[in-house]
Every structure is written in C-alpha cells, then in structure tokens.
C-alpha cells in the first residue's frame, strides 16, 4: 500500500530550497539549534524570527503567484484568444449571409498532385 516517508519528503524539500538556506542563514541557524539545550533554543527562536517570518512571506508569495497571478494571465490570454476567433468566425458568417458573397481565403495555394517517381521504378516502367 501507500505510506509517507517524511524523511524522504523533508530531504527533497531541503535539497530544492538549499541555495536560498546559505544566503538566508537558515543553514547557520540549523547547526547552531542541533548544538544547544533548551536556553539557547529559546534565544534562537526569538532572534531567528524575523527571519522566518520573511520566508514564510516569500513562500506564500511565490504560491499566491503560481495560484492566482499566473493562471489569471494565462486564462486572459486565452480568452483574448478565443473571443478573437469567435468574433473573427462570426463575422465572416455574417458577411457571407447578408452579401451572398464568399469571404476570399488568402494564403491558400493550388493544390498540385505529384507523382513522385525515382529512376529504378522509370527504368521498370519503360
């Protein structure tokens, strides 16, 4: 069946956000709160608070980013996209149904069929 390995978790997670621990500090708070009791735990937490309140904030940033700012400006691009060809389809509906006439299609070549023979079949043919 199915089961949680928190360790296997937690390793992937330090390993993607490892860059930021050696600029942030982080990895400097995490030995130092391997090495000490209780006192110097509770030191730690109350200098160390500042900084965990702006990674908290940079990570609810990078999720309100990838939850609703992007997702809103794909969806806006698509739908920009989609209003322009139902526009565009309705009107060249119209157009055709109140002049009788044939939007002309521009861009479309003649299509020629060729046969495409190489010399071993000329020969067998001849």
Known sequence: MFSFNFAK?????????KPSLYLGGFDYFLSLWRAADTKDKGILILMFTPMFFCLAGLIFSIIYFVLFVLPSYL??????GLLTALFGAGGKYFYNNITHREVSQRGEPEVVDVEIVTTSTRKNAE
């Open 9 to 17: 978790i937690k390793e992937y997670f330090m390993k993607f956000i």
């Open 75 to 80: 969806f806006t691009f698509i739908g920009w």
